[in-house]
């Protein structure tokens, strides 16, 4: 029998005002209590929060009700995955230990239903982003990690929103050129066996047909929330009230 997997990226919870960080988490984990109800894996395409950094016995206050709805659905017996973002990296193991979501720092192949997919966040994918490689290599470093962590948590996690800021306002004015980066390694993913590409990080909605295979971004909830779907072999991308 084929398996329902559901796939959701960049909401980047912690963004804005309290007030509208609070109705979007409320909008979160009642999408992610309705999947549940039919889901045997669900995919975290990266950028769930918009900066984490965890400590070995701190991690960062708020949210804790995706935390909890996350963790109910992995207590039914639902698969969660979770590919890190380049906003929320810091991660060390709270969610893998105490929850109980598998964690990927990079990219990987899954082989869903019958279907070949290659399922990344897609930071560091653009050829021509050098600087942000070097960053990214820098802040995944887990020397610098262990290092960062004996700053007191209350100087800590503000550094690290400061970043996630940078990084936004970086990614926003960057020039990437003409051609789309994160396409051409879509392509280069499919050339390599992928039959689908699922990718975040850019905030554009896309599904792209290439060879025998589908390059998809899933957009950001940042415009307009909405989750990707893998049923009966079929995929697409629902907007969510």
């Not at 009700?65 to 979770?82: M, N, P, S």
């Not at 950001?220 to 929330?225: F, G, H």
């Amino acid at each position: 029998m084929n398996k329902t997997y559901y796939f959701i990226s960049d909401i980047h919870l912690g963004l804005q005002e309290a007030s509208i960080e609070k109705k979007k988490e409320r909008r979160l984990v009642k999408l992610l209590y309705l999947l549940g109800e039919t889901a045997d894996e669900i995919f975290i395409v990266g950028d769930l929060y918009d900066y984490w950094f965890e400590y070995r016995r701190v991690y960062q206050k708020g949210f804790f009700r995706t935390l909890t709805a996350l963790q109910d659905l992995v207590e039914k017996g639902v698969t969660v995955h979770y590919l890190i973002g380049n906003h929320d990296f810091m991660h060390r193991d709270f969610f893998e230990k105490e929850i109980g979501v598998k964690l990927y720092e990079d990219g990987n192949f899954f082989k869903l239903n019958s279907t070949n997919f290659y399922i990344a966040h897609g930071d560091g994918l653009v050829q021509n982003d050098f600087g942000y490689k070097i960053l990214k290599k820098i802040f995944r470093n887990k020397m610098i990690q262990q290092l960062y962590s004996f700053i007191h948590p209350d100087i800590g996690i503000k550094i690290a929103s400061g970043t996630s800021k940078s990084s936004r306002e970086y990614t926003t004015v960057k020039d990437y050129g003409e051609s789309d980066g994160l396409l051409k390694a879509a392509q280069k993913k499919i050339d390599e066996g992928a039959e689908y590409v699922l990718f975040g990080h850019l905030h554009q909605r896309q599904n792209i047909k290439y060879k025998n295979g589908h390059y998809v971004n899933l957009g950001s909830w940042l415009e307009k929330p909405c989750y990707g779907a893998f049923i009966d072999n079929q995929f697409k991308i629902i907007d969510w009230e």
